[in-house]
């Protein structure tokens, strides 16, 4: 099978695949993605017999990772048609898709798995999960707060108002999608396609303070996305919920895993339960590596240590590589000092990131760490200790390299809430 990037006469191919394995044809979001969102020049595609027979959509994002931004693709709408399903055209189609992304010179990929198992045989391991809160509305009233003031958007024009929740909502969090105005317009634009609500609550001076997506039409009422910047500002939003109970019977709604509100719920036992939402890979180990940084204090000082790094599918990344932490990563020449950031940077203040260098292509030699490719992306995204990897078998290495990474790469809050 030949794969490729697809071309605009892919269009109506690629689209009845979708068809066939997602959403028909006749579905708003169908309708929305494909007349506006669509774009052959980030899709892969799979050719056999001059037959389309399967497709990976490489939807372009910014993430924030350990407070810096980095460039990524979120794999979406992974399909084979079902002729071509158990012939390892999956592996080949994800690979094929890593070696593009390799070309942009991207580090890390994430996808939401419909089922985990199939892509972590291929490096993907799940770095992002989620609280799923489900009650009957009648029990939602001890959640609430009736202090706040309610109001719906009806236009992508109002982006604006959203966006400085969302912002706040995520500060300190990492391996969420940055949002600027085409991101929030392209969101907004598919939420009022599908007939889906958005609701804020604003506090006495204007201010929002809470805002939630949701939609109507069925006996459970669905909450796509809740972001809040205060605990008075959730119970608001569940309170307009509330005021729904002639239109639904039951609430589902989705909170960071860094949420802690479910200690204070009055009937926990129920309805309260968390679900896999994001997986992240390496692309490149290096450019991964070298993307994202370290603890400022804790990399004042120049340590050297060898990664052995273990990828049974990108044969690339395979081999053991010479890191370097500390003062001198920080890839600044004192020529570079233009103002008091560099000079702290120049001096190590601010750790920078490390500087890597492939020694061997062979995984076997002798390392201080040994790590498979699906932990590595773990402890760079901060969802996983060094110490807690070392315990489910997936890094090896001396005590003294384990508390190190753990000092340079502290486990971190992980969130992200993009369904496509």
């Known amino acids: 099978m030949e794969f490729r990037l697809a071309i605009p006469t892919d269009t109506e191919e690629v689209s009845s695949l979708w068809a066939y394995c997602f959403e028909p044809k006749e579905d708003p979001f169908f309708q929305y993605y494909f007349e506006n969102c669509y774009e052959p020049e980030n899709t892969m595609v799979g050719i056999e017999e001059g037959q389309l027979l399967s497709t990976v959509h490489l939807r ?76 009957p509305l009648d029990e939602l009233r001890p959640m609430t707060d009736r ?34 105005e085409t991101e929030w317009k392209r969101l ?40 809040y910047i205060s605990r008075r500002g959730q119970k608001s939003m569940l309170n307009y919920l509330y005021n729904h109970r002639s239109q639904g019977e039951s609430i589902r709604w989705n909170e960071g895993l860094h949420d802690v509100g479910y200690r204070f719920h009055p009937n926990g036992k129920t309805g309260h339960t968390t679900m896999p939402y994001m997986m992240s890979r390496i692309v490149d180990v290096q450019t991964a590596v070298e993307s994202i ?54 001096l190590g203040v601010n750790g920078g990131t490390p500087k890597v260098k492939k020694i061997s292509d062979s995984s076997e030699g002798t390392s201080d760490v040994y790590i498979e490719v699906g932990a590595l992306s773990l402890l760079l995204m901060g969802a996983v200790s060094a110490n807690e990897l070392a315990f489910e078998e997936k890094i090896q ?22 369904w496509w």
């Not at 719906?152 to 990492?174: K, M």
């Not at 907004?188 to 039409?217: K, M, P, Q, T």
Request: net charge negative.
């Open 188 to 227: 907004l634009g598919s939420f009022f396609a599908e007939g889906v609500n958005v609701a804020v609550a604003r506090n006495e001076v204007g201010d929002i303070e809470a805002y939630c997506v949701y939609r109507l039409g069925a006996p459970e009422i669905m909450v796509s996305e809740l972001v």
């Open 147 to 180: 202090s706040l003031h309610f109001g719906l958007l009806n236009s992508v024009e109002q982006w604006t108002l959203l966006a400085p929740v969302y912002d706040e909502y995520t500060t300190g969090l990492s391996g969420y999608a940055v949002r600027g």
């Open 60 to 135: 372009q994002y910014d993430l924030n990772v350990r407070g810096t931004t980095i460039p990524t693709s979120y794999m979406i709408g992974v399909a084979t048609h079902p002729a071509a399903r158990r012939g390892g055209i999956g592996g080949a189609l994800l690979l094929s898709s890593l070696e593009e992304l390799k070309q942009r010179d991207q580090g890390i990929t994430i996808l939401m798995p419909s089922k985990a198992a199939f892509y972590q045989q291929y490096g993907w391991e799940l770095y992002a999960h989620q609280w799923v809160q489900t009650l």
């Open 293 to 346: 940084p370290v603890d400022a204090d804790a990399a004042m000082m120049e340590i050297t240590f060898t990664l052995a790094v273990r990828d049974e599918l990108c044969a690339w990344n395979e081999g053991i590589y010479e890191i370097t932490l500390g003062c001198a990563s920080a890839a600044l020449d004192i020529a570079d000092v233009q103002n008091k950031d560099d000079l702290m940077r120049l």
């Open 397 to 418: 290495g001396g005590q003294e390299w384990l508390d190190y990474l753990d000092l340079v790469y502290p486990k971190q809050n992980t969130y992200i809430n993009e």
